[in-house]
């Protein structure tokens, strides 16, 4: 099979709602509180919330783009 447009290979960008990343975070706080602070899992996690809530600082209504998680 022969492609003529190949942008349609390429994945859409996700796009997510501040109100979502907001939530998201505070869900995660409530998941590290549960865990404790010292669990290893609650470390993956507040990496997590704290890159949702640098995308939830914006008063804009949407963020466009993938989620980047630093392991």
């Known amino acids: ?6 942008s349609v ?3 859409e960008a996700a ?9 998201a975070a505070e ?7 549960q865990l404790g602070a010292e669990s290893s899992v609650s470390l993956v996690l507040m990496q997590a919330r704290r890159e949702l809530a640098s995308l939830a600082k914006s ?6 783009g993938p989620l980047r998680i630093a392991a």
Do not use: C, F, K, N
């Open 1 to 6: 099979m022969i492609i003529s447009d190949p």
């Open 9 to 11: 290979l390429i994945p």
């Open 15 to 23: 796009t997510i709602d501040i109100s979502e990343a907001r939530w």
């Open 27 to 33: 869900y995660l706080s409530l998941m590290i509180e």
């Open 59 to 64: 008063s804009s209504a949407t963020i466009i």
